[in-house]
């Protein structure tokens, strides 16, 4: 999530987290599967107050979204901090960087790729980097980047932020470009029921063997950084 998205989320929140809690059997599923990897220090970004994994065997974890008013962390063991993907600042380290459906909302490439790089900067070595996000097929995004300019025209005239979707191809070059490795690519099931586009169409709702986009959980792993590459 984006400074520039902000006005638009405190907009639609109340509907927002509705559509979220609907969507819990999808966000079950994907806790089931953050349960297996977070482990340490976590930093979760865009993460709007819901957490849907266990924290309990977690020395630390780092809510960050441009929705809180927090600056600055605190002895708890669970803080929610102002801050946003795009800039990055973090003190010290971390063991996860945790992005759940956040990708498809940043649509500055040069940013988001600058952002990953320091993400891959603020890893611990055995550290991972885990994205949560709705994939496309390739000919899908090749059809929506021709449209872009497009699409982010009629987005903005029905006064929605923009967003664009990933191939499973393009975020595995996306992130081996900016320095990681990918670990490992899991399929997330959606479950029987959900609002598959709580940002734009808060309260729509479908079947889930009827939603036509696949949920993936992407671990990665930031190669050795270059001699001198530091954050």
Not at 25 to 45: I, T, W
Not at 135 to 164: H, T
Not at 167 to 189: H, K
Not at 209 to 222: E, F, H, K, T
Request: charged share 25%; proline share 5%.
């Amino acid at each position: 999530m984006t400074l520039s998205n902000k006005s638009y989320f405190t907009e639609i929140w109340d509907e927002y987290v509705d559509a979220s809690e609907y969507n819990s059997e999808l966000y079950q599923n994907m806790a089931k599967s953050l349960n297996k990897v977070l482990f340490g220090r976590v930093v979760d970004f865009g993460n709007g107050g819901i957490i849907n994994y266990d924290t309990d065997t977690l020395a630390k974890v780092i809510c960050v979204d441009i929705l809180f008013k927090n600056k600055v962390l605190t002895e708890n063991r669970i803080d929610f901090i102002y801050g946003d993907f795009y800039n990055i600042r973090l003190e010290g380290k971390a063991d996860c960087i945790l992005a759940q459906f956040l990708f498809h909302h940043l649509t500055d490439d040069r940013k988001l790729k600058g952002s990953l790089r320091i993400a891959r900067c603020k890893l611990n070595d055995d550290g991972k980097l885990l994205v949560g996000e709705v994939v496309v097929p390739r000919g899908v995004e090749i059809i929506q980047n021709m449209l872009r300019p497009v699409l982010f025209y009629l987005l903005k005239a029905l006064r929605k932020p923009e967003l664009r979707f990933f191939s499973i191809r393009s975020l595995r070059s996306l992130l081996f470009d900016q320095g990681f490795v990918i670990v490992r690519i899991e399929t997330i099931p959606t479950g029987k029921r959900l609002r598959p586009a709580p940002v734009l169409f808060p309260k729509m709702e479908i079947p889930g063997r009827l939603y036509p986009l696949r949920c993936v959980l992407i671990q990665a792993a930031g190669k050795p950084a270059p001699k001198g590459d530091s954050v």
